[in-house]
């Protein structure tokens, strides 16, 4: 589409999922050339997770009218059918604390366990395998047949460890992982929630496991509000390192977006599905942005 080989014309139907992931890329060019190519009389749908500053701008500059469809509440939280457990400690701690989880792991149980960079994840990988444990590896540099292969037989449970980047923290369809751990603390809140949110799934129940050292002291704050929301235990070192934090002037405690703000370029209606439907079926000629 980009060297103009696909004419989108006559698009009258657009879906845009997962927007705030497609921004988080860098793919907003992309999605503002498509935007303005499509005829505008189109129909828009656009979901996401969370409801950042850049997803807020897309939706104001390109929706017409839009009707907002959310499943819970705008702010950002963690899902409830996890326990989240926190762990402050040193870095160099990091890789013994996460095999004595993994010699803790019961025949069941499924573990995924994500990491901030890819050679980390295949680094991780190869001392599992030398330890003697069955595990698959997923990140953006593997072939796509090795990463499907990854995911079935993960799904399978022939393998019961995935080591993965965030590029399984979305859209990963494994219903029965018993376990997140968060080897490496995510960038951002967002994020987070993305991650545990792969398990607890489907009616069940999960735990995850976050490792949080001083280098990720800015999301502290954020990380207690989330805890606190779910009724989670916090760790007094996550508070110290908070307050230490804000001292130096660092920012302050909040929630931060998924929700937040006004919705701009006008008026919004909102449909809850946890209540009632407010103004019915959707008309032709409105735009849907769905929060889920």
């Known amino acids: ?40 009389d189109r129909q828009t749908i656009m979901t996401s997770a969370t409801w950042p500053d850049g997803v807020r701008r897309l939706s104001s500059l390109y929706l017409k009218d839009p009707m907002m469809v959310y499943v819970g509440t705008l702010d950002l939280t963690a899902v409830h059918s996890v326990k989240q457990k926190v762990l402050v400690i040193a870095d160099d701690d990091k890789e013994d604390l996460l095999f004595k989880n993994i010699k803790n792991m019961s025949p069941e149980d499924k573990l995924l366990v994500f990491v901030g960079r890819k050679i980390l994840a295949d680094n991780i990988s190869t001392e599992c395998s030398m330890r003697g444990f069955s595990v698959q590896c997923i990140h953006g540099d593997r072939e796509q047949y090795d990463r499907e292969q990854a995911l079935d037989d993960f799904r399978s449970g022939s393998v019961r460890i995935l080591i993965a980047t965030d590029v399984a923290s979305r859209g990963l369809d494994v219903n029965d992982i018993t376990h997140v751990f968060n080897f490496d603390c995510p960038r951002d809140m967002e994020e987070y929630v993305h991650r545990i949110g792969r398990t607890g ?8 496991t976050t490792l949080v050292t001083k280098d990720d002291w800015k999301n502290a704050a954020r990380l207690i509000s989330l805890l606190e929301e779910a009724k989670q235990e916090v760790p007094h070192e996550l508070v110290e390192m908070a307050a230490r934090y804000a001292a130096r002037g660092g920012g302050t405690r909040g929630g931060g977006p998924r929700g937040g703000g006004s919705w701009g370029g006008g008026s919004s209606r909102r449909m809850d599905f946890r209540g009632r439907r407010g103004r019915g079926r959707v008309q032709r000629e409105d735009e849907a942005f769905i929060c889920y």
């Open 201 to 208: 799934r489907a009616g069940r129940t999960g735990v995850s």
């Open 1 to 40: 589409m980009m060297n103009g080989h696909l004419n989108m014309r006559n698009v009258t139907f657009l879906v845009l999922d997962e927007a705030d992931r497609m921004l988080d890329m860098g793919f907003e060019p992309q999605i503002k050339k498509i935007l303005l190519d499509i005829r505008p």
